[in-house]
């Protein structure tokens, strides 16, 4: 039977560096995203890459449930064989606690955590024959090692899903099964982050890694079943320096910080 990768967020900036990386690898893809028509687009612009693998697309919007339960139909429907999950997908939101409407708050949570979550347990479950090896690469953040003021709902996700997916690795080892979860600092894939990683200078330049790398970076770790990756020596820097402070102090120097950046950007 031929084994597939599922990716989330494969339209987005990283998640096509992700689907160039596995076509790559020859390996069978399903591609999931919001929409039917960029998906289409993914498809079309890489067809040459998608020559020698077979590819299927779904519409999954994570923060439905329904559509949770439709991927693992679809693939039960489908007999295919997913032996790796790419939970990429992620919702970016930046500002003020107080100035989202609940809608944002919750969309984000439940995008970047419940989904995220839900839909890697529901692949762990349906699974039957565990001697087949199965892999989760899981996208967090470096804003994760930190309270990001301005910025806290998105860090505060971000937090939840390395401390989950890390705990989640020793419990389901014993079942052949390999979470890693990887923390990339900025990468250019939207106006606004390339307009937000330069208002932060220096620190954003150095932080700032390509999405081609991101990928290469990932895949290497999951293949060597490593829990944790950072991308780039400055945000494997910045993970290691988060360490000893307080997240009271973290906090206040981060947050000024981040003023800081958004005054430049009158965000
Ligand atoms: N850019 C950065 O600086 C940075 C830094 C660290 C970590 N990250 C993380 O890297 C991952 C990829 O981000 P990116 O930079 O490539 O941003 P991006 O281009 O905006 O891609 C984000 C992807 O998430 C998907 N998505 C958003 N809402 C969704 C929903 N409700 N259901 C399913 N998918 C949804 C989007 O899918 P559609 O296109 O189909 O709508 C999109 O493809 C995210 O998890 C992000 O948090 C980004």
Known sequence: MKKYTLITGACGGLGRSFVKMCAKNKENLILTGTSEKKLEKLVTDFKEEFKDIDVKTLVLDLGKMEDRKNVISFVKENKLDVSRLINNAGVIIEGDTLKFSDEEILNAVEVNCIGTLDLTQKFLKAREDKSQKFEVLTVASVASSYPIPHMAVYAATKSFLVSMMTALSEEVKKDNVVVTTVCPGGMATSQAMKESIKSMGLGGKLSCTDTDKVAKIALKALSRKKKN???????????????????????????????????????
């Open 229 to 267: 990756v950072v991308t780039g020596g400055f945000n494997k820097f910045l993970v290691v320096l988060s360490k000893p402070f307080s997240k009271a102090f973290l906090a206040k120097s981060t947050g000024k910080i981040w003023k800081k950046s958004q005054d430049k950007r009158n965000f």
